[in-house]
């Protein structure tokens, strides 16, 4: 069965620190890991990670992915109020068709002024 | 681009009702949608993957009868929720993929907040 793990599952911070995220999976099939944002409604979309090594960065978000060691982390660098969401994992898996997007159970990210 | 639309965005039912949701890709053919369910604090748990055409593909413990899901055509798909109990009382929400086999991102509705009393 496919899994994926996150950690830690809850975070609480002060605006300008650095966090990382960690997101580690055993798939089989493995397609591609994906990371998106939950506020309050649906998950935003943030990065998609394919190959090792190389890091996907939008401001002060970045990610990297290892596909030796299964795991990706999301690092956010000068953390905003605005940071503050639940930052879910997933893992697209399969080989037929789009396959399946397995979700990890999420970081809670709280950022405080 | 590639945005989906959900609705209701919230739906109050009583015990024994059955409740539809819609999910539609706005501007994007959607070959393959996906439902998936959660609970507060929780991540998104799958449920079904529905393919334009073709009967859905239920994940293990999810119940066919109960939740029936329609891809009638490649920018809608319906979940109904059948004789609802307060336990599916839940958040339900929706993607869609731009096209079969592709590496493209999901792309999530703003989800239903499905109470049932």
């Known amino acids: 069965e496919d899994k994926v793990v996150q950690s830690p599952l809850s975070l609480v911070v002060h605006e300008g620190d650095t966090v990382t995220l960690n997101c580690s999976y055993e798939?089989?099939?493995?397609?591609?890991l994906l990371w998106y944002k939950q506020e309050k409604k649906a998950p935003t979309f943030l990065f998609m990670l394919?190959?090792?090594?190389i890091e996907k960065k939008s401001g002060r978000l970045s990610s990297i992915l290892d596909k030796k060691e299964l795991f990706s982390i999301l690092n956010i660098t000068a953390t905003q109020t605005g940071d503050s969401a639940i930052y879910l994992c997933a893992v697209r898996s399969g080989g037929t068709s789009y396959g399946k997007l397995t979700f990890g159970q999420g970081t809670i990210l709280t950022v405080h002024p | 681009g590639a945005v989906v639309s959900q609705h209701p965005s919230r739906v109050i039912c009583k015990s024994g009702t059955s409740v539809k949701i819609e999910c539609r890709s706005l501007d994007f053919q959607a070959t393959t949608m996906f439902w998936y369910r959660q609970f507060p604090k929780k991540s998104l748990m799958l449920m079904a993957t529905s393919n334009e055409g073709s009967k859905a593909t239920y994940e293990q413990g999810v119940e066919k009868d109960k939740f029936l899901i329609n891809h009638a055509s490649l920018t809608l798909s319906t979940l109904t929720v059948t004789s609802a109990h307060p336990e599916d009382s839940s958040f339900y929400i929706c993607?869609?993929?731009?096209?079969?086999?592709?590496?493209?991102?999901?792309?999530f509705g703003n989800g239903t907040r499905l109470t049932v009393t």
């Open positions: 798939v089989t099939n493995f397609r591609s």
């Open positions: 394919t190959s090792s090594g």
């Open positions: 993607s869609a993929t731009t096209s079969q086999g592709s590496n493209s991102p999901l792309h």
